[in-house]
């Protein structure tokens, strides 16, 4: 949310490259990811939540390529690993959940 509001301030503490518009974009996503885990959380049924699992694996997939990428092209903070291991880790268990119902 913080990313969303005040991407200037985040920047400043984190150290993290600022791009007004671009971080705007990335913490509304993050907000709507969220809000979408809520609603899911809050289902009765796999069916409704097959699909929020499901785009949570290509988000944490398509984000460790993303963030990887941009590690190695410029220059990011260290902090910049805990978002690789946070990615990696529920990467791994978003597809335990989803392997578990697969069978």
Do not use: C
């Not at 959380?41 to 460790?64: H, I, P």
């Not at 993303?66 to 805990?82: H, K």
């Amino acid at each position: 949310m913080w990313y969303f509001v005040a991407p200037d301030s985040w920047s400043a503490l984190t150290g993290w490259p600022l791009e007004l518009s671009a971080g705007r974009v990335l913490g509304a996503a993050i907000v709507a990811l969220a809000l979408g885990g809520l609603l899911a959380y809050r289902a009765t049924s796999w069916d409704k939540v097959e699909l929020y699992v499901m785009m949570q694996l290509f988000w944490n997939v398509f984000g460790l390529i993303a963030i990887l990428w941009a590690y190695f092209t410029m220059t990011l903070p260290v902090a910049t690993w805990l978002i690789v291991g946070l990615l990696g880790l529920y990467l791994i268990l978003f597809l335990f959940v989803y392997m578990k119902d697969k069978q």
